[in-house]
């Protein structure tokens, strides 16, 4: 085999990685992968934003409906693309298949990206179809549509490489529902989804600024509203600085096999 067909014969199989990633997992499951987050980010919207909407008439002077939708739009791709990958990456190392993806001609970085397209593709997915369900029940402007789109991708890679650094690590669901649920999820809350942290006492507006997720939610909010608590410059360094970072992990991890031998 010259290196040329070798070449090709390992960018297939990264599309046939991807292929199953996005085709026969995220959308032929779409009940499982797709449905039920669309459908709780629209339920947020009606009982957090149209009800409480009454209640709190404006933040910023923003209609209050309106604010929290780039959170929640956000929070949908973040989510996403974590589950996507940890869960994935935990059943192809726990039913032993990825044995097959070890010793075929892939490098390394080809497993990664295979892998890391598929979270981001679901992460994306779940983005566009959370903004078409907001649109719903609640008009909203969108008014910096490249900025919106670089916000959300950079939120599918962080949270697509943190999944896989996770899959890869995990040796039962355990981890996966720690790093969800105790460590993602109120990092999303109190990443300014609901509120704003410019309205915050010290020192819990310095405590918010921490919170790298605040960031991306920032980068959203001005994609989709014009307006931020937060510098768009900064937002989204912090933001493709995460990115960044997280997809540098997870690519270290596949480097140094780490979990890909059962």
């Known amino acids: 085999m010259t290196g ?3 070449r090709r014969g390992q960018w297939l199989g990264v599309l046939a990685l991807i292929e199953r990633e996005v085709l026969r997992r995220v959308l032929r499951l779409w009940m499982q992968t797709i449905a039920p987050q669309v459908v709780a980010a629209g339920l947020f919207v009606v009982v957090f934003g149209v009800a409480l909407g009454n209640s709190i008439r404006t933040i910023g002077g923003v209609p209050y409906e309106q604010f929290i939708v780039p959170g929640l ?17 935990y059943q192809a190392r726990s039913e032993g298949f990825i044995e097959d993806q070890v010793s075929s001609p892939m490098t390394p970085t080809q497993l990664a990206i295979g892998y890391t397209v598929g979270g981001v593709v679901r992460g994306l997915f779940i983005g566009v179809l959370t903004l078409g369900a907001a649109r719903l029940f609640v008009d909203f402007p969108v008014e910096h549509p490249l900025a919106l789109a670089g916000a959300l991708l950079c939120a599918a890679l962080a949270f697509a490489g943190l999944g896989t650094v996770v899959g890869l690590y995990s040796r039962s669901w355990e981890l ?9 999820q109120p990092l999303v809350f109190l990443g300014g989804v609901f509120y704003s942290v410019a309205s915050l006492d010290q020192p819990y507006e310095a405590a918010s600024h921490a919170d790298p997720i605040l960031y991306l939610v920032e980068a959203s909010r001005f994609g989709i509203l014009g307006t931020a608590d937060v510098d768009p410059w900064i937002s989204f360094g912090v933001s493709f600085g995460l990115a960044a970072g997280l997809l540098a992990w997870s690519w270290a991890l596949f480097a140094r096999g780490v979990g890909l031998r059962t």
């Open 4 to 6: 040329g067909q070798l």
């Open 73 to 89: 739009t956000l929070m949908g791709v973040a989510t996403a693309a974590f589950s996507n990958n940890a869960t994935t990456l």
């Open 176 to 184: 996966q529902s720690f790093v969800g649920a105790i460590v993602i």
